[in-house]
């Protein structure tokens, strides 16, 4: 080491100082403007250490990565200098011309910048400050303290968002199906009036917690990039992150060159911690808003909630690279990489680094650093829209086939088995044990008085649930408390409400297709308009029921009771009454052509212009039945009873009358009975006998 230090001196007797140094820093900033161009792949970093530059001019010099450690700049212009991840080690840069000069994750450790002119705090980002001298106008403490403060406003703001956030979880998680319906309390707290309706809160949730989070983010965007300014170490030692709480302090520690180097063994850990947590709760809590709110099968919605979360998909991988760019340096980032593969070869002297900026003077940075980056960056940027729009998406096609489609364990009255495509939506959130259909079995919607007893007197004091224009298919609620519930134009289709108590319920225009209302009670009930074609009501309870223009085709109705239900108008074509009682049941203008009242009770019903023609009526009560203008062709009357009937201007042509009992019906005439297919004894009015005998005795 001697020899060469003596080797040094005896050439530099033999030429001029100056003129060598000058040569020398041309080749050294030649080679080190290739050393940063090729991220370190070729020419040599500069080593200009211990080297005295009083008064030399660097300006608009890229210095980026050099290493000055010791080196003598005292009085030196470095007007625009790139010092950006350089090592300044102990430096004396008294008096220097910094203005505009960038020294972002510079090593500046003992370093003198006292007297240094046009020096800002800002282009002391992310350096090393320990036991540094600063000029007097660079306040970085009172720089650290404004952004302290800042810190433990975000970290109360962070709070409060995830405390809402688990609150709101806390919410979904426990409201059942019943409590949905019943628009129960938002929060179990009897002093606490429920202002708010569930279906409101599910829809609305997701709105407030998506702009407190969007709000939150725009906030702490900002907080970190006041943040990225300040020094990484403290002129007294003191880290940053240190200074920051820590839900906040993930984007210094990991992209600031100096905090990143003396990181835990947890460090990974701790920041996945930190960005599940601050950017991905919410998009979570939104999603189980999603996932709850499916229940109430809102298509509109669920699919706003879903263009919600896809926002916020979008935000929660934006947010983090935000904060990432604000905390690292594009410029350097070819530098500090090259820095790291520097121990190959062997480092150049301080003037290749001046050479370097000099000879290509903001080239070789952008050239070295951005040009290789822009394109990942650009590709990055463009995927992080597809991947938010397609979970949006993905969440608007589940919705549409859960809304749309049928139970994952299909519906065999709509003929739907397991392989049926119209379950895929309902399979996949199987998968996770998951069912949004509503399941209410036995559950009390309706509040009961208390002492409930059941008994008719009773049903007054009950509150109705109000469910008018819910979206309940495939409801299941076996033995559900709905009386006096208002579900006026709901939407019930293959609902199962088997022993459900519906009495006086509001039921006006409601769709139950194919609903399962056997044994059920609905007296009382308004069904008016309602469409129960293909329901199931065996055995249901129907008494004073209004089924006013309601459409009842196809339905089952076997002994069921209708006592002096309202019917009409109501389409009951095809429909299955056997054994019904429909004892005073208003059935004006009714259709009934092909329905099937065998053995069924019409005692006193009123049937006046009701349309009966194929209907079939064997063994029917029909005494004291008004069927004024009544359709009954082709009608099968065979052993039915009309004693006391009303029969004036009926029409019976090809009507079965065989052992009918026509005995003191009122307006029955010979031509009405002669037009009937079949009228073999057929019992009359001796009168009335007389009078067919006459006219067409060969029927009889």
Known sequence: MDLELMKAEKAAARHPAVRAAKVDLEIILEQHRDWVKSS???????????????????????????????????????????????????????????????????????????????????????????????????????????????????????????????????????????????????LPFPVLRNDVPLAQFFLLGPIVIGALYLWLHVYLQRFWEATAALPAIFENGRRLDDSLPWLVSWPARSYFKWLRERRTALAGLE????????????????????????????????????????????????????????????????????????????????????????????????????????????????????????????????????????????????GIGPGSPLIWAANALWLIGYDPYAQVPEAEISRKPAGWTGSEGEISRVQGASLNGFRLRYLQAYGVFLVRARLRQADLRYAYLSEADLRQANLRQANLRFAVLDQAKLNGAMLQSADLEKANLVRAELGKADFSFASLAGALLLDAKLDGAVLYGTDLRNASLERASLEQADLRQANLEGANFKMSDLRGAYLSTAKMAGARLQESQLGGAILMDADLQHADLNNSNFQGAVLSGADLRGANLQNADLRGVVGLSASQICAAANARQAQLDDALAADVSAKCGAIR
């Open 40 to 186: 370190g792949r070729t020419g040599r970093q500069a080593d200009l250490s211990r080297l005295n530059l009083e008064g030399a001019d660097l300006t608009d010099t890229n210095l980026q990565g050099a290493l000055l450690n010791g080196a003598v700049l005292r009085g030196a212009d470095l007007l625009l200098t790139d010092l950006q991840g350089a090592t300044l080690l102990q430096a004396n840069l008294e008096g220097a011309n910094l203005l505009g000069a960038r020294l972002r994750e510079a090593n500046l450790q003992g370093a003198i910048l006292e007297g240094a002119t046009g020096l800002l705090a800002a282009e002391l980002a992310g350096t090393n400050l320990t036991f540094a001298k600063l000029p007097a106008e660079v306040a970085t403490a009172q720089d650290l303290k404004y952004v302290s403060q800042r810190g433990r406003h975000a970290k109360w703001l962070i709070s409060a968002l995830l405390l809402l956030n688990a609150l709101a979880c806390w919410r979904i998680l426990t409201f059942s199906d019943a409590q949905i319906l019943r628009n129960a309390a938002l």
């Open 271 to 414: 920041k996945a911690v930190c960005i599940v947590v601050l950017y991905w709760a919410a998009p979570a809590t939104m999603t189980l808003f999603w996932g709850r709110y499916l229940t109430l099968l809102d298509l509109r919605g669920t699919i706003l909630q879903a263009v919600l979360i896809a926002a916020t998909t979008m935000a929660a991988i934006h947010f983090p690279r935000s904060a990432a760019r604000a905390f690292r340096s594009d410029d350097s980032g070819s530098v500090l990489r090259a820095a790291g593969n520097s121990s190959q070869q062997p480092a150049a002297s301080t003037d290749e680094v001046l050479a370097h900026e000099h000879a290509v003077p903001a080239n070789a940075a952008a050239t070295s650093s951005s040009q290789p980056r822009s394109a990942p960056d650009k590709k990055n940027r463009l995927l992080r829209i597809p991947a938010g729009a397609a979970f949006g998406l993905i969440l608007c096609l589940l919705s549409i086939g859960i809304i749309g489609g049928a139970p994952h364990d299909g519906n065999p009255a709509q």
